[in-house]
C-alpha cells in the first residue's frame, strides 16, 4: 500500500487557532507515529532592504549562542513533543525500531551534515539548521505553509511593506525550495512511505523556525509619524534601520507534516507564538551597534557599508561573519527553557489534533 493507494485527508484546525491544515484520514495510524525528521531552524542573519536610493541594507546578526546549545535546545525540544504526544495518548515509535528501518538508512544518505548553514539571499535571511536526536535532517519533508495572511511584518512605527523591496518574500517564506533535496524527492517520498507501512504507523516530519528581532527602516520625511529632522532621523543621513527584540515562533515556516499511504499532510503554526523569558539585548562587543535607545526598540543605525553582510548574501559570497548593523545575544542558560516552554504550546495543541482526529 504505497504511492498507488493514497488516502484521504480532513482539513483541521486546532482549539486555539494555533494550527490549521490536514490530517491523515487513517486515524488508528495517527494515533501511532514514528518522527523520522525533526529540525530548529534558527535565523541567525536577517535582513531588510529600503526602495530609497541613499538607504541600503539593514542586517542583523546574532552573537550567539555557541552550537552547543543550540544542539541542547533542539534535543530538548524534542523530547518535550514525544511528552506531550504520549501525554494526549499518541503512541510514539521508539528510535531503535525507527532506525532499524532501511528507508531511514537511504534518508541519511540525502541528509545534510548536521549543523547546517543555510543563507536565502532573495529573502534576506541566514539560519543554521540543527537536527533533534540524531535524526537526518532532510528539508524536503516540511515545506513553507502558504497562508492567506501574515502576522510577520516590518517592524510597527516604521516603513510599511510598499517602501521595502520583496517584503512579500521575506513575510511568506523562511526556507526558500531552493534548499530542498530537490534530486532526491521521489526516494525521500517512497521512503517515507515505506517507513508508514512498515510500522503500521504515520511518519511525523517536524520544523521550528525561530527569529529573534523585527526589522524596520524609516525614510525621513516620508513616513506617517517621522518628519525630517526629527529624533529617528538626525544625523544618520535618509534611511534609518531599527531593530527589535521578538523572539518567537514564526508562522508558515513552523510546520508538521504526516506522510502516510502514499501522501503528505501538513499543519502549519498560524500565528506566531512567543518565546517569553528570553532576553535579546545588544551585544556590547561589536561596535556596528549604536546602543541609544530610541523608543522602538534597541538602536538606530545607517547602514554604512551598503548592504553589509546582505550585501554578501546577495552577491552569493554568504555570510561576511563580521559584519552587521545590529548584533544581539542571548542568556545561553535562559535559552533551552524558554524555547522549551514556548514550543511545548504548540505540541499540546499538535497532540489535541492527533488525539482528538475521528
Known amino acids: 500500500m504505497l504511492a498507488g493507494s493514497a488516502l484521504a485527508a480532513t482539513d483541521v484546525q486546532g482549539p486555539q487557532g494555533l494550527l490549521k491544515g490536514q490530517v491523515p484520514d487513517n486515524v488508528a495510524a495517527l494515533k501511532r507515529v514514528a518522527i523520522a525528521t525533526f529540525f530548529v531552524q534558527y535565523v541567525t542573519d536577517f535582513g531588510i532592504e529600503t526602495k530609497r536610493k541613499k538607504g541600503g541594507v539593514f542586517f542583523s546578526k546574532w552573537a550567539g549562542p555557541s552550537p552547543e546549545v543550540l544542539q541542547g535546545a533542539s534535543d530538548a525540544l524534542y523530547d518535550q513533543l514525544v511528552a506531550d504526544l504520549k501525554a494526549a495518548g499518541v503512541e510514539v515509535?521508539?528510535?531503535?525500531?525507527l532506525d532499524a528501518q532501511v528507508a531511514m538508512a537511504d534518508l541519511r544518505k540525502v541528509a545534510r551534515p548536521n549543523l547546517a548553514a543555510v543563507d536565502?539571499?532573495?529573502?534576506?535571511?541566514?539560519?543554521?539548521?540543527?537536527?533533534?536526536?540524531?535524526?537526518?535532517?532532510?528539508?524536503?519533508?516540511?515545506?513553507?505553509?502558504?497562508?492567506?495572511?501574515?502576522?510577520?511584518?516590518?517592524?510597527?512605527?516604521?516603513?510599511?511593506p510598499g517602501n521595502l523591496i520583496g517584503w512579500d518574500k521575506q513575510s511568506s517564506q523562511w526556507l526558500l525550495g531552493?534548499?530542498?533535496?530537490?534530486?532526491?524527492?521521489?526516494?525521500?517520498?517512497?521512503g517515507q512511505a515505506k517507513i508508514a507501512e512498515s510500522l503500521n504507523a504515520t511518519v511525523l516530519n517536524v520544523r521550528l523556525t525561530i527569529p529573534l528581532v523585527d526589522l524596520g527602516v524609516t525614510t525621513c520625511g516620508n513616513v506617517h509619524g517621522w518628519v525630517a529632522g526629527s529624533q529617528a532621523c538626525r544625523g544618520y543621513g535618509d534611511v534609518t534601520g531599527l531593530i527589535k527584540p521578538n523572539p518567537r515562533f514564526v508562522e508558515a515556516g513552523t510546520v508538521f507534516s504526516f506522510a502516510q499511504g502514499g501522501q503528505q499532510s501538513v499543519l502549519g503554526l498560524q500565528k506566531p507564538v512567543s518565546i517569553t523569558g528570553l532576553k535579546v539585548?545588544?551585544?556590547?562587543?561589536?561596535?556596528?551597534?549604536?546602543?541609544?535607545?530610541?523608543?522602538?526598540?534597541?538602536?538606530?543605525?545607517?547602514?554604512?557599508?551598503?548592504?553589509g553582510g546582505i550585501g554578501a548574501l546577495l552577491r552569493g559570497a554568504g555570510v561576511d561573519?563580521?559584519?552587521?548593523?545590529?548584533?544581539?545575544?542571548?542568556?545561553?542558560?535562559?535559552?533551552?527553557?524558554?524555547?522549551?516552554?514556548?514550543?511545548?504550546?504548540?505540541?499540546?495543541?499538535?497532540?489535541?489534533?492527533?488525539?482528538?482526529?475521528?
Open 93 to 97: 515509535v521508539a528510535s531503535d525500531q
Open 120 to 160: 536565502d539571499s532573495t529573502i534576506k535571511k541566514g539560519s543554521v539548521l540543527v537536527s533533534a536526536r540524531n535524526l537526518p535532517l532532510v528539508l524536503a519533508t516540511l515545506p513553507d505553509v502558504k497562508l492567506s495572511s501574515y502576522a510577520t511584518q516590518p517592524l510597527e512605527g516604521t516603513d510599511g
Open 178 to 190: 531552493s534548499n530542498m533535496e530537490l534530486m532526491s524527492l521521489g526516494s525521500i517520498h517512497i
Open 281 to 307: 539585548t545588544p551585544d556590547p562587543g561589536m561596535k556596528s551597534l549604536d546602543q541609544g535607545f530610541m523608543g522602538l526598540g534597541f538602536g538606530a543605525v545607517r547602514s554604512a557599508r551598503g548592504g
Open 321 to 358: 561573519k563580521s559584519e552587521a548593523d545590529f548584533w544581539v545575544n542571548v542568556d545561553a542558560a535562559e535559552f533551552q527553557p524558554a524555547l522549551v516552554g514556548a514550543g511545548s504550546t504548540i505540541f499540546k495543541e499538535l497532540a489535541q489534533i492527533m488525539a482528538g482526529a475521528k
